[in-house]
């Protein structure tokens, strides 16, 4: 082989490939995420008591650094004396999964349509993309409220909620993305081959334009979060006895003027999780797409 | 601007209003029948079939459809059943807070995003542009109940120099504004940033500079106006997310207003009211939306019906 | 030499209709695209890229079709293999009228008929081996054993020079190793019509000897067709049987090597043979070569009567009005040309 090799192309290199060079703010939120996801996990491991049982004499107690004398409840007790570290896992685990559940959902969902409006073109395209953009219209949050409203509240109706939000967005970046890459040789090539396009997207353009819809994930999923938590949060979401974290806060706003940590502690780790999210996902993108800053 | 491009977008805009009434009109006959769900289930099925020909449902589906498509247009959609007035009624009361509530936070938020972000774009990369975009970060991530609390925490319950909650004064205005505008504000900063940057770098405005025209003139008078398509265009995709901040900042702040009305009606589902405002949502929403596609045509010459608005 | 490549299908047929019926036979081939109105409420236009484009190709020869970009000789390419469909017109492979099959019948009859393109950085996926994806047109079409099809992919990519590099991604090959490993993924489902889509354009000079003969060397072992598209003439004097010439969607004409290029007819022809330098100072009996003036006119408005009439300088009143006919002339090749014996 006489051929000198050449330098590889640059945009062929695997799109995620993290760099020794993370930010400290970026490292610091990946740690928290981390640390709630674990949490999310072992949550019932973790959780010192029953997030569910009560103890009337031992209510509204204060958190540990409140607290005059050391005590069981290490974040105090809730209106009804449960445990509100326990309580706080549980919810963790609960909104977390929730929400990841539903991003995934919704991000499959939508890949698929993008591919089939890509594919199939025409009516089919025209189709999808009317509801792409009439969803992207309508504000989801009075979607949701209409549609809890019509068929009433129900766990797996609330999940389809959640998977039902953002759906549009993959929807519209993947069929730009497919109809991009079916330009490309290979896409062509593929087919010349006597591929089936079932084939074609799965095996070859799908893994090329994962980048972007990782990305997408990411910016998608905190917005998840902060859907449960509203709704929640109005009382028309997660209902008791389970518990969420918008949950609880719709919960402790009652408390506000005796015992406000009901609400903070919750609410702070929504804002923690999803500030997280977005910020190790602005990263992402900002890795991947250089032009965009 | 042409007037075929006008035209396409009405077309369009009335297209999406049709399609969400019938989608209304269908969701409301697959839940079921609402003699079932408004009258005890012991009632005599005379009384049941009277209300049944009383309310239109022997008819068949396409005159029901049409019915409801007439009534629809002309904002009628039925009695609320928990305190027996006209819904459209009970929404029109509603209004004026809401818009109250929404316009103040508008001016708010473009007053403090636009500057944030010319000032931002100007100082790129030092502490002022880091500063700004951690705040356009932190709103995005905010939640607003979350914020409202925390409001609620400082200056209600702590410092005690607002009402922590209700409708009246404009002290009671400060707290949902500030709630509902952070988010906004952030974004607008952010858009008018990456406008700016983009417009400060090309030729036009290097010459000039060139020509000795002082900064400020540059900026009010060169760049901005250039920057001002992508700044409607946020302004325009923000105020579906205004609309679900004031549902939940209406009810924080025990706001008067049609979302807390909207939420009091999901939980009790009173769904004549929920129609109702669902299609005003979608009303507003069609017709920001045209705003925008139109205020964009006027902006740019360029956008022609060629160019699909898909490819944002 | 290698198994996949050699295979035989039902080779006594094959045989036996060779000398009866071409490999390819391409019957008035046309492909009309709509373009956009010019102004809002204009007539609706279209761009005819191919005008009705007919030819032949016997089982081991090479077909050259040249002419300028945009003439569309890829466009004729990709209709032969369906790439793209077709407007109006036939393609008959080995006897079979394949403008009639479904599309399982052509994912199928794919094998026969393969491409190499030009663009071989992007004709690879950058996320597969260079060994998954030879091997991947034997999974596609189920040839061999699961187990064997790893060797085989082995097997094919040594014979294009390319051994040991089967665990290596796209990125880290040469330009010309990317180009042999096209030709690899083409050739290991054992074609008998290659369509070389301008295969050397974006290698180096240097290089493109090189996957030129290797081209040629697989043609001689495993005896395949070429439909060879390029622009470049001093490669089609070397590697083609025949040569096409194209102008604005139509052949002008067709005839074999050395009629094109030591005895070219038509005027276009001319001008574009007499554009290239040649080592030996062989010209046309034709005496001084032919200098055609003005620009290639826009598919979305060609001229009337002879395509190019408004660049020939021989051109007649005949020629601004009647389009000529593809004639056979006496020695067998295929003039469109009122007058291509009476030309200077």
């Not at chain 1, 698929?112 to 993309?129: N, T």
Request: glycine letters at 8%; a positive charge.
């Amino acid at each position: 082989m006489a051929d000198t090799p050449i330098q590889a192309p640059r945009r062929f290199r695997p799109a995620l490939r993290l760099p020794a060079g993370i930010p400290a703010s970026v490292a610091v939120c990946m740690g928290i995420l981390l640390l709630v996801c674990t949490v999310a996990v072992f949550a019932r491991v973790l959780a010192p008591f029953a997030y569910e049982d009560t103890d009337l004499l031992y209510r509204l107690r204060p958190p540990f650094w409140m607290a005059r004398a050391i005590d069981s409840h290490p974040l105090g007790t809730d209106k009804i004396g449960r445990d509100v570290l326990s309580r706080l896992l549980v919810a963790t685990q609960v909104s977390i999964a929730l929400a990841l559940l539903g991003t995934l959902i919704g991000a499959v969902l939508g890949t698929a349509l993008g591919v089939l409006a890509a594919h199939r073109g025409g009516w089919v395209d025209e189709l999808v993309m009317t509801a792409v953009d009439w969803q992207a219209a309508m504000p989801f949050l009075i979607i949701a409220l209409a549609v809890l409203a019509f068929f009433g509240n129900d766990f797996l109706l609330f999940l389809a909620l959640m998977a039902l939000f953002g759906w549009e967005t993959y929807a519209r970046l993947v069929r730009g993305m497919v109809l991009s890459a079916r330009e490309q040789g290979y896409a062509l090539a593929v087919r010349s081959l006597g591929a089936r396009p079932g084939r074609l997207y799965l095996r070859h353009i799908l893994p090329n334009v994962m980048g972007p819809l990782i990305v997408q994930l990411t910016l998608n999923f905190p917005q998840t979060i902060l859907l449960e938590a509203s709704l929640s949060f109005l009382g028309l979401g997660i209902q008791p006895p389970l518990t969420s974290l918008g949950q609880m806060l719709g919960e402790g706003r009652d408390y506000l003027l005796t015992a406000w940590w009901l609400a903070v502690i919750p609410g702070a780790v929504i804002f923690l999780t999803t500030l997280s999210m977005s910020i190790v996902g602005d990263w992402l993108r900002s890795r991947l797409d250089p032009t965009q800053r | 601007m042409n007037l075929r491009f006008v035209v396409v977008k009405a077309l369009r805009a009335v297209l999406t209003l049709w399609l969400v009434v019938t989608f209304v009109f269908v969701v409301l006959r697959v839940t079921g029948d609402p003699t079932e769900q408004l009258l005890p289930d012991d009632i005599d099925p005379g009384i049941r079939e009277y209300y049944r020909a009383a309310w239109g449902l022997d008819r068949p589906l396409w005159e029901q459809y049409l019915k409801y498509f007439q009534a629809a247009f002309h904002g009628d959609f039925g009695i609320s059943f928990r305190n027996g007035l006209p819904a459209a009624e009970l929404i029109w009361q509603r209004i004026p807070k809401t818009l109250e509530l929404g316009i103040a936070t508008f001016v708010t938020a473009l007053a403090m995003g636009i500057p944030l972000g010319v000032f931002a774009a100007l100082n790129r990369d030092r502490w002022l542009d880091r500063l700004t975009m951690s705040f356009a970060v932190f709103g995005f991530s905010m939640p607003n109940f979350f914020l409202g609390i925390l409001l609620i925490l400082l200056f209600a319950l702590h410092l005690r120099v607002l009402p922590s909650s209700g409708y009246g004064t404009v002290g009671h205005l400060v707290m949902p504004v500030i709630t509902l505008a952070t988010a906004f504000a952030g974004a607008i900063a952010r858009f008018t940033r990456s406008a700016m940057l983009e417009v400060l770098t090309r030729d036009y405005l290097r010459t000039a500079e060139a020509a000795g025209a002082g900064l400020s003139r540059r900026v009010w008078r060169h760049a901005l106006p250039n920057a001002a398509i992508p700044i409607v265009t946020i302004v325009g995709f923000s105020l579906g997310g205004m609309i679900g901040g004031a549902v939940i900042t209406e009810n924080v702040f025990a706001w008067p207003g049609v979302g807390r009305l909207l939420t009091s009606a999901v939980a009790d589902r009173d769904l004549s009211i929920v129609q109702g405002i669902v299609v005003l949502v979608a009303v507003t929403m069609v017709l920001a939306n045209l705003a925008v596609d139109l205020a964009y045509g006027w902006l740019d010459p360029r956008v022609r019906l060629g160019a699909r608005e898909r490819s944002r | 030499m290698i198994a996949a490549a050699e295979r035989e299908y039902d080779a006594p047929a094959r045989e036996a209709s060779a000398a009866t019926v071409p490999l390819l036979a391409v019957e008035d081939l046309v492909k009309v695209y709509p373009a956009a109105r010019a102004t809002l409420f204009g007539r609706r236009r279209s761009l005819t890229a191919v005008a009705g484009v007919s030819f032949e190709l016997a089982a081991g020869e090479t077909l050259a079709v040249v002419g300028e970009s945009g003439c569309g000789k890829s466009t004729v390419g990709n209709l032969v293999l369906n790439l793209i469909t077709p407007t109006a017109g036939r393609v008959r492979f080995d006897g079979e009228d394949l403008s009639a099959v479904d599309d399982a019948r052509w994912r199928d009859r794919r094998r026969d008929m393969q491409l190499v393109f030009q663009d071989s950085r992007s004709a690879l996926d950058p996320r597969l081996t260079v060994g998954a994806q030879v091997r991947e047109g034997l999974d596609i079409h189920g040839i061999g054993m699961p187990a064997e099809r790893r060797a085989e992919a082995e097997a094919m990519l040594e014979a294009v020079g390319l051994g040991g590099f089967a665990d290596r991604y796209p990125h880290a090959l040469s330009g010309g190793q990317q180009q042999r490993a096209v030709i690899a993924r083409a050739l290991v489902v054992g074609p008998r019509l290659v369509v070389c889509d301008e295969p050397v354009a974006a290698l180096d000079v240097s290089i493109q000897a090189q996957v030129v003969n290797l081209l040629s060397d697989l043609q001689a072992r495993l005896g395949l067709s070429y439909l060879f598209i390029s622009h470049d003439l001093s490669l089609v004097r070397h590697v083609a049987d025949r040569v096409a010439v194209m102008y604005l969607g139509a052949f002008v004409e067709v005839g074999t090597r050395r009629q094109i290029f030591d005895d070219p007819r038509h005027p276009y022809t001319r001008a574009l043979i007499g554009a290239v330098p040649v080592a030996r100072a062989r010209r046309s009996r034709h005496g001084r070569p032919v200098r055609l003036t003005g620009e290639v006119p826009s598919p979305l408005t060609p001229p009337a009567g002879c395509s190019v009439h408004p660049r020939c300088p021989f051109a007649t009143e005949r020629c601004r009005v009647e389009r000529p006919a593809a004639l056979r002339q006496p020695d067998g090749r295929i003039v469109a040309c009122h007058h291509p014996e009476t030309v200077p």
